[in-house]
């Protein structure tokens, strides 16, 4: 059974930086990449970045590229969200999950979520 622990969430200011982390236990081999999603109110929930865990190879939603950069640590098993220049609409729930097939953009190709962690950007 996989579990996903998400934390490093905050209320921060417009321009401030925050870094998620997201522990995952029991996963298999079959788990090839990770990924960081978000849903605001009121809003779907959206892709914001992906990695692999073999080659790091990194995938970015357009209204995040330049300013966030996920990364993974194989051996704590642990992925990062590491989330500069921080916007007012940036803020939403940020959930991880562990993906094991079909588009990585697409929250149904993820088996497994963690319970989320609450970002704030106040303007």
């Known amino acids: 059974q996989v579990q996903l622990v998400e934390s490093g969430g905050g209320l921060v200011q417009a321009g401030d930086s925050l870094r998620l982390s997201c522990a995952a236990s029991?996963?298999?081999?079959?788990?090839?990449?990770m990924g960081w999603f978000r849903q605001a109110p009121g809003k779907e929930r959206e892709f914001v970045s992906a990695v692999t865990w073999t080659t790091g190879h990194t995938y970015y939603a357009d209204s995040v590229k330049g300013r966030f950069a996920i990364s993974r640590d194989n051996a704590k098993t642990t992925v990062y969200l590491q989330m500069n220049s921080l916007k007012p609409e940036d803020t939403a729930v940020y959930y991880c999950a562990a993906h094991y097939g079909g588009s990585i953009y697409s929250s149904s190709s993820y088996d497994y979520w963690g319970q989320g962690t609450q970002v704030t950007v106040s303007s």
């Open positions: 029991g996963r298999s081999s079959s788990n090839s990449f």
